[in-house]
């Protein structure tokens, strides 16, 4: 486990020093999630004192009480077990597992009985809960600290995957997951944590199941959530020098998926390029491929292209340059794609 | 709720009628499976109904149940209807969870019976997270979780126990000993002789073993192990000491196990055994056969019930996957 990592001194709710980071934001989203219904919990390892690793849950215990915001024993499967025990009976957990390869010792709770109670009980339980899992790569901290376990969540029925790539998104999503009486995986892109956004909070709501068009285009759709939004926002920028116009669509919602809006994208643009850090055999893109190619086989001028981590586990750092999707990478695809 | 180990006889009876008909049930099951009306697998408790009917009995009615795959006794002990458990193990309409359960996932919210899970040991953290809600909420409630001596030996056992010790919750840990994890006697597979007992003093918790062959032992200790939890004290780890009478599940014939073992234990039947002390101490013989006939006929009409309710409609299958139905988007 890495040290703790600082972030800004205070939760911000303006545009002082330039914007709010997305940990910002959601520590802003719990802290008014907690005021707004007091049936709002939340805890695991190190989150009440000391704030969390990542601080989202700074200063939360000490507004709130340590009946609200509290440290957890090192015990995944307690932790999502309790929260499970909890949400059956009225209150709202919201649990941060500290990483995302920390999620695995959970899983049995998560996928067995977390996701399936409501449809056990004849729809009786609602099961309220949502997991906060830090994931992702670009820190430096290979396996286990930087993995993209969305695939596995977002392949069980009876959980919601959702994961925001701006601070505005990380606010409202976390507000919508947080009301949401079904259990909410909430994936955090953990090298975006400190990038700021110039937006006052609270942000506007979102919902869950719905997909943002970040930028329009007429050539090529790209199709990225969480860590690779930006880095396809930076390859359409690039792209205009090659006299392409991209589209960038930030899927954000993987279960459920908005296949509406992804689908219109493609049929208009008829060249799809789909981005994830997850490696490539059976990850998200192959959904999102599958998807168009449903949807828009008619329209389609080119292979959907897929640009992602490789089949291999996540790497150190002097490999992660290579490892993660670029915006080179990106725009390779889309020259390949424009090729047909 | 009954503090007092010298139970009166209204609550003998009561324990009697829960065992009798947790075994008639039980074996009527058991018949079911053999004609192929119950498909699938199933796990009974016969021989272990003393640990169910001693703690249905002690427990408040807003008190909760976890059980695992082997948990039809728990859910009679809680008075799910017997016809509504009946048609889950054939898969009817008329099940607990109109047949999308099955014999190892029955649950009824409103009897408090708050699932079977049949991944070994999971529930334990589940029911640590009902007492945290007990326990913020102040409602006095008590989660009872029951589990094989097998889940002794699983991380989410051990996880539960330290949580709910440092977090004193009302939580009662049954682990029903009956020697063996399958088809592997615990001893073989455990480092202590004692799976549940011995790890007590790990979580700061009193080692409790008692004869879970015993009704009347086991009520005086769930008795006591609730005030407890119910009294802001903390969690308890109770060992009872039982054999399964039959298999593991339906397929296992039980060889395995040597025959004076199989012996000494039968001799041991709750349900023979709470029968003669009835009679011992006084009770007539024509009591006792009343609540058995009453009990006999309720399991044929449970059985009638449940044998002549159609087949569930097949687009349950899609229903309660999430809080807005289904799951038609993907489907
Ligand atoms: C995690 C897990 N591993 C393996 C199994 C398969 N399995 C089902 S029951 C069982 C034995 C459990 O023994 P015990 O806990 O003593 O309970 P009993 O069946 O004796 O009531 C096993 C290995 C399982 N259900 N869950
Ligand atoms: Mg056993």
Redesign the pocket.
């Given at each position: 486990m890495s040290a703790p990592v600082r972030l800004a001194e205070s939760p911000s709710t303006g545009t002082a020093r330039g914007g709010v980071s997305l940990a910002e934001a959601l520590n802003r989203a719990l802290a008014d999630a907690m005021a707004a219904d007091e049936r709002v919990v939340v805890y695991g390892e190190d989150v009440g004192k000391l704030g969390g690793v990542f601080r989202v849950t700074d200063g939360l215990a000490e507004r709130f009480g340590e009946q609200r915001c509290f440290d957890s024993p090192l015990a995944e499967s307690g932790i999502v077990g309790t929260a499970i025990g909890m949400a059956m009976f009225g209150l709202r957990p919201v649990v941060e597992l500290q990483f995302d390869g920390f999620s695995y010792p959970a899983f049995?709770q998560v996928v067995s009985h977390l996701a399936k109670l409501r449809y056990r009980s004849q729809g009786r339980l609602d099961l309220p809960v949502v997991i906060r899992i830090p994931y992702g790569g670009g820190i430096g901290s290979v396996e286990h600290h930087s993995e993209s376990p969305e695939v596995y969540y977002a392949h069980t029925a009876g959980l919601k995957v959702v994961t925001p790539s701006t601070p505005s998104d990380a606010y409202a999503l976390l507000r919508a997951a947080i009301d949401c009486p079904d259990p909410v995986v909430f994936l955090e892109p953990k090298r975006r944590y400190w990038e700021r956004e110039d937006v006052t909070l609270p942000s506007p709501a979102v919902a869950l199941g719905s997909a943002a068009v970040r930028r329009e285009g007429r050539d090529v759709t790209v199709l990225a959530y969480g860590p690779t939004v930006p880095v396809a926002l930076a390859a359409a920028e690039e792209a205009v020098g090659e006299g392409w116009s991209v589209e960038v669509v930030d899927v954000r919602s993987l279960s459920p998926l908005d296949e509406e809006t992804i689908v219109a994208s493609a049929r208009r643009t008829g060249r799809v390029v789909v981005v994830q850090e997850a490696p490539r055999l059976a990850g998200y893109g192959a959904e999102l491929a599958a998807v168009v190619g449903e949807g828009a086989f008619g329209w389609l001028e080119a292979p959907v292209q897929r640009v992602t981590g490789f089949d291999t586990p996540y790497p150190p750092a002097r490999f992660e340059g290579w490892y993660l999707p670029d915006a080179d990478r990106v725009l390779d695809a889309i020259a390949v794609a424009m090729a047909y | 709720m009954r503090t007092d180990p010298s139970v009166g006889l209204e609550t003998r009876l009561a324990l009697y009628e829960t065992m009798y008909r947790i075994r008639t049930f039980e074996k009527r099951a058991y018949d079911l499976f053999l004609s192929g009306l119950v498909k699938g697998t199933s796990?009974l408790s016969l021989g272990q109904e003393a640990i169910a009917a001693g703690f249905g009995e002690a427990m408040r009615e807003d008190d909760w149940s976890f059980a695992?795959?082997?948990g039809h006794a728990h859910a009679l002990a809680r008075r799910v209807p017997m016809a509504a458990i009946m048609g889950e193990l054939m898969g009817r309409a008329c099940g607990l969870m109109a047949g999308k359960g099955g014999s190892m996932h029955l649950t009824s919210v409103e009897h408090h019976m708050m699932g079977s899970y049949?991944?070994?040991?999971?529930h334990l953290p589940i029911a640590a997270g009902a007492a945290l809600t007990a326990q913020q909420l102040g409602t006095g409630q008590v989660a009872v979780c029951f589990?094989?001596?097998?889940?002794t030996n699983?991380g989410a056992f051990h996880e539960a126990l330290n949580l709910a010790a440092v977090w004193r919750l009302p939580v009662v840990f049954v682990c029903?000993?009956?020697l063996?994890?399958?088809y592997t006697p615990?001893a073989a597979v455990t480092a202590v002789p004692r799976p549940a007992a011995d790890r007590a003093s790990a979580y700061g918790l009193e080692p409790i073993v008692v004869d879970g062959n015993d009704a009347d032992v086991v009520l005086e200790t769930a008795a006591r192990v609730l005030d407890r939890a119910r009294s802001g004290e903390g969690p308890s780890l109770v060992e009872a000491l039982t054999y399964?009478h039959g298999g593991?599940s339906r397929a296992d014939p039980g060889k395995y196990r040597p025959d004076d073992e199989v012996a000494t234990w039968l001799a041991r039947d709750p349900v023979l055994r709470y029968r003669e002390r009835l009679l011992d101490g006084g009770l007539e013989a024509g009591v006792i056969e009343g609540v058995e006939r009453a009990v006999d006929d309720a399991v044929a009409e449970a059985t009638e019930a449940a044998r002549s309710s159609p087949p569930p409609d097949p687009d349950l299958l899609y229903r309660d996957v999430f809080a807005d139905g289904g799951a038609s988007w993907r489907n």
């Open positions: 049995n | 796990h695992t795959y082997r049949a991944i070994v040991g999971a589990f094989g001596d097998g889940a699983i029903e000993n009956n063996y994890m399958e615990i399964r593991h």
